[in-house]
């Protein structure tokens, strides 16, 4: 039984992302070498100076920072693996106060705070006449970029019902576990959301 709830439990979790991913993949799109989807390369890999473009965009559309003075990025794996290959990406380890870290936060560099986010939402675009490129979608954003809202008497939850009694299970020998909530996401400002396109 442990081990269903865990499991309805990630898939609650993971649907509650992909539903702020669906959302947030409408803000303001980012490719690197200032490419766009229809001269995407496959060589054009997400790199330190990126984010500096990337924090430059934010700066200039009076996006806020949050309270600690960094912005925050939500990156994907196929980005996470380029930027630690990176020789000027700060790992979390040497933060001088790791007190206030996130959990699953990789590192942060030129103002932007790097979480994992492991649901690697994809889309297609065309890198030449002759081929496309798989786009994997990061994201970096400011405070108040994005709402999201629940109702206050349906949040997402789960629901647990131990050994049932009923005409199914008269013995009560059968639980069941289940989620259910109402859950909407909500790009306030597209300028203070920058979605970073990185090829496989």
């Not at 008497?153 to 299970?169: A, C, E, F, Q, T």
């Amino acid at each position: 039984m442990k081990e269903k709830i865990s499991l309805v439990a990630q898939n609650m979790g993971e649907s509650i992302n992909r539903l702020a991913l669906n959302e947030l993949g409408n803000g303001t799109a980012a490719f690197a070498n200032g490419k766009n989807t229809s001269t995407y390369a496959a060589s054009d890999t997400f790199a330190a100076s990126m984010i500096r473009v990337i924090t430059r965009s934010l700066e200039l559309a009076r996006a806020p920072a949050y309270k600690d003075g960094y912005y925050m990025g939500k990156a994907a794996i196929q980005a996470k693996y380029q930027l630690l290959g990176d020789s000027t990406w700060l790992n979390a380890k040497t933060y001088s106060d790791v007190k206030d870290l996130y959990k699953g936060e990789m590192g942060e560099l030129y103002q932007v705070r790097w979480l994992l986010n492991k649901d690697s939402l994809s889309a297609v675009g065309a890198a030449s006449q002759a081929s496309v490129v798989a786009a994997f979608k990061s994201y970096v954003h400011g405070m108040d970029a994005f709402g999201c809202y629940d109702l206050e008497g349906d949040k997402p939850r789960l629901y647990i019902l131990p050994n049932i009694v009923d005409g199914s299970s008269p013995a009560g020998r059968i639980s069941k576990v289940s989620w259910a909530g109402s859950y909407v996401v909500k790009i306030l400002n597209p300028l203070w959301l920058q979605v970073v396109n990185t090829p496989v």
